[in-house]
């Protein structure tokens, strides 16, 4: 019903930017927060930033000052911005959202298929 396409990722130097792309569609009324989540090989996915739909932010402690996110409401996508890449970075990034379908009004958490990042020390 509602899908979420990830695209931007990619193999970039430590200390250099990525700009990921998160795009809602199908049949959606509302969404409400949208999420990065990324996976290390070997380790759990993690939270790295959140944004509601009006506004409000909030980041993990390790890419505060490096990592931002935005939301664009008209179009039903997020990107997030990463500055100052480390090595420790590198894993599979993931678009998550709380969206409520336009066809059942049922809201659920939905998440796209995810995208590679890999900084190189």
């Known amino acids: 019903q509602v899908r979420l396409v990830e695209s931007g990722g990619g193999l970039v130097q430590a200390g250099g930017s990525l700009r990921l792309s998160c795009a809602a569609s199908g049949s959606i009324l509302r969404i409400n927060a949208m999420r990065w989540y990324r996976q290390a090989p070997g380790k759990q996915r993690e939270l790295v930033a959140g944004?509601?739909?009006?506004?409000?932010?909030n980041y993990a402690d390790s890419v505060k000052d490096r990592f931002t996110i935005t939301r664009d409401n008209a179009k039903n996508t997020v990107y997030l911005q990463m500055n100052s890449l480390k090595h420790e970075d590198t894993g599979v990034y993931y678009c998550?959202?709380?969206?409520?379908?336009?066809?059942?009004?049922?809201?659920?958490?939905?998440w796209g298929q995810g995208t590679q990042v890999t900084v190189s020390s």
């Open positions: 998550n959202a709380d969206a409520r379908s336009a066809t059942n009004g049922v809201l659920r958490s939905y």
């Open positions: 944004a509601t739909s009006g506004g409000s932010t």
